[in-house]
């Protein structure tokens, strides 16, 4: 095992400096196993770096402190021990010190790993006063990425769909890469905040694709053991149709013996080549996938039957609520897209066998900028539900605007739907199958695209580790690990700029694109840059309904599409009611008019001006704080990708502002109270 060093490649939030407090000093690695020699190849290479020494005492156990001595030459400063002192429970550790030793232990390898990556966030402070001992366990077992890589790059969507960073690092031109180095070095990156899990393929499985499964199996092994050495189990996203279309068979019915059977070979299969391989990740009858729907069976039979070929190797199913119309009628307004997922499935709580995991997107209807925490959270306690975000910013600026999403994140988790009365989101997920998100990354050489967009990748693994922690305490941590204090001339400088630019980017973003929780207006597509009306009579969904009087979605049970009825009912009363619902989300509840006063005492209209010209600003004004930092205080390739970044932010802020408030102001006929130009 050796951990990979690459110099055409950004470090991101793991460069050789982060390792500097580890490397100088005596770290003693305590048990064996192939978790345990990454541990003790991370100490090594970081003291070979900066001089400090390691030892390895493969089989030891019980008071490893005792043993360091005993092992007879000199005191260590850091022992890492696999020992029966952690927490017995998941992939958590044990963080001690005491008489000038630092120590780490876990009962799962993997805690220990994830001990080391936390000694190396805390730096010198790990060696500075005595601590108390700290447990530290993850609050979700599972904290998975997934990947919606193509093999074969497709003609609309290309190699990685909504991918904004480069090519896929798993895929290219059809094929696995020849080189995984890159690989591994991802599979650290995400060890290191906490990812546990990652799917490999696109949820949209095309025929190239599918053939992972099968003839290409070999290829999922291969990127499995570049993976395993982290701790990370891989996954695939699966056809529901692949007994038809890979096995010959006439039907995919879940109900028939032939395909149960097939489903179980194949699977038996797949567990021969990669013995730890995770599960499969579906989505059905959604967006043109094949699903139950074809043979008039449900949901739950259509997971149940890859769940059972799962089952006897400790394998998880991760079926996606995903489920809604892409055909509908824009004159119909009874069908509201909002209301599909929970339509579907809370009927179904309580049919899934215990490895299903019913993964729900955040909101109702698709990763837009703000909408409410999705009502399935509430309705389905017999089920274990995961939670889905999406870390690729596919409506939140596509990587090429800043926007920082950890505070949207922390805002869902800490959601709790039963008003004060129940779980949280995030308990919802700890108990049920974890957190899941869309990853970011790429072949680019900044992982992200934006470079500041690694720091959303972080955050995601970060809150699935510990879902209570405070994004500006993440970003915080971020920085210290990418732009280590000791080797940058102004730390504190540059902390207060990146967090001027990341802290409230995500209201900022809101600000200049679709008003008061109403969603879309962007081009239909690519979903980049505005378009308000560009979805508004397709057969995806209608978003906005705006007339010459008023504006918004009218999702009451009073007189709409009756959506607000799904959440219990503190939440369904407060959404329901005009005067009680958020200001952020009046539009997605309620069609109102221009000139209805919001909570903040501005009207509808005026908000939209104010938000419109504020956030052009805000990113005009995080524009000019890049281009002030001294030259040199970070990589000069990194603070060009970044400025590049701002200008097309600016760019496209600006065509976002002049379009929505020329659009209402057009609409309404209502005159920006302040006189700013509207065109
Ligand atoms: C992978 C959105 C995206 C699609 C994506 C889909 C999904 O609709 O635009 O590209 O498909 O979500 O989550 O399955």
């Not at 889905?388 to 800043?402: A, D, I, K």
């Amino acid at each position: 095992m050796s951990v990979p060093e690459l110099t055409d490649v950004h470090p991101a939030w793991l460069p050789p400096e982060a390792f500097r407090a580890v490397g100088t000093r005596r770290t003693l690695v305590c048990g064996d196993g192939p978790l345990v020699r990454t541990a003790l190849a991370e100490v090594t290479q970081a003291c070979r770096r900066y001089g400090g020494a390691v030892r390895h005492l493969p089989a030891a156990t019980g008071d490893v402190v005792a043993a360091a001595v005993a092992a007879g030459d000199g005191p260590s400063d850091l022992v890492l021990a696999l020992s029966g002192t952690g927490p017995a429970d998941g992939d958590g550790f044990l963080l001690a010190r005491a008489a000038g030793v630092t120590l780490v232990s876990a009962d799962d390898p993997a805690g220990l790993l994830h001990g080391l990556f936390h000694v190396v966030r805390l730096g010198a402070s790990a060696f500075g006063a005595d601590r108390p001992a700290e447990q530290h366990r993850s609050a979700m077992r599972r904290r998975m990425v997934n990947h919606w890589d193509n093999v074969v790059a497709h003609p609309v969507m290309g190699q990685v769909e909504r991918g904004y960073s480069g090519g896929s690092l798993f895929w290219q031109d059809g094929t696995l890469r020849t080189d995984l180095t890159r690989v591994t070095a991802y599979a650290r990156l995400l060890a290191s905040c906490g990812i546990n899990a990652v799917s490999v393929n696109n949820v949209n499985v095309h025929a190239t694709e599918a053939s992972l499964l099968t003839d290409r199996l070999g290829d999922v092994a291969a990127i499995a053991a570049r993976f395993r050495p982290y701790g990370i189990r891989v996954h695939l996203s699966v056809s529901f149709a692949a007994p038809v279309t890979l096995g010959g068979l006439s039907t995919a019915d879940p109900h028939d013996a032939q395909v149960r059977a097939w489903w179980a070979r194949i699977t038996a299969r797949v567990y021969e080549t990669i013995p730890d391989f995770g599960g499969y990740v579906v989505k059905a009858d959604s967006e043109g996938q094949p699903g139950p729907f074809a043979y008039g069976r449900s949901h739950a039979d259509g997971a149940n039957v890859l769940a059972d070929a799962l089952a006897p190797f400790g394998g998880v199913v991760d079926w996606r609520a995903f489920v809604y119309n892409h055909h509908q009628d824009w004159r119909d307004r009874s069908t509201d897209r909002a209301r599909a997922a929970h339509d579907h499935f809370a009927p179904l709580d309580g049919e899934f066998r215990d490895n299903v995991h019913l993964q729900v997107k955040h909101g109702p209807i698709d990763f837009q900028t703000r909408e409410p925490v999705s009502p399935v959270f509430a309705a389905m306690p017999a089920t274990r539900i995961a939670v889905e975000l999406q870390v690729t910013q596919e409506y939140t600026g596509q990587q090429r605007h800043v926007c920082y999403l950890a505070p949207m994140w922390s805002e869902v988790l800490g959601f709790d739907p039963w008003d004060g009365e129940g779980p949280s989101v995030a308990d919802v997920a700890a108990v049920g199958g974890g957190l899941v998100a869309v990853s970011n990354a790429g072949a680019d050489r900044f992982w992200t695209g934006h470079p500041l967009a690694q720091a959303n990748l972080y955050a995601f693994g970060r809150l699935a580790w510990s879902p209570w922690l405070d994004p500006a305490t993440i970003l915080d941590e971020w920085i210290d690990l990418t732009f280590v204090p000791s080797a940058t001339a102004d730390p504190e400088l540059l902390r207060r700029t990146l967090h001027a630019l990341m802290d409230h980017s995500w209201q900022t973003y809101e600000q200049y694109t679709a008003p008061l929780g109403i969603g879309f207006m962007v081009r239909p597509g690519d979903h980049y840059g505005p378009d308000v009306d560009g979805y508004e009579y397709s057969p995806w969904g209608t978003y906005h309904f705006a007339d010459r009087d008023g504006i918004g979605v009218d999702r009451t049970q009073a007189s709409g599409t009756g959506f607000t009825g799904q959440y219990p009912p503190g939440w369904a009363a407060a959404y329901e009611s005009l005067d009680r619902c958020p200001d952020e989300l009046l539009l997605f509840f309620h069609h109102v008019p221009y000139d209805h006063v919001l909570h903040s005492g501005v009207t509808v209209i005026q908000h939209i001006y104010d938000t419109h010209f504020a956030g052009v600003e805000a990113v005009a004004e995080a524009q000019q704080r890049w281009e002030r930092l001294p030259a040199g205080l970070v990589d000069p390739a990194l603070h060009t990708r970044v400025a590049e970044r701002l200008d097309e932010q600016l760019r496209c802020a600006r065509e976002w502002r002049d379009q929505i408030n020329t659009y209402f102001f057009r609409k309404s006929g209502v005159p920006d109270a302040c006189g700013r130009r509207i065109f």
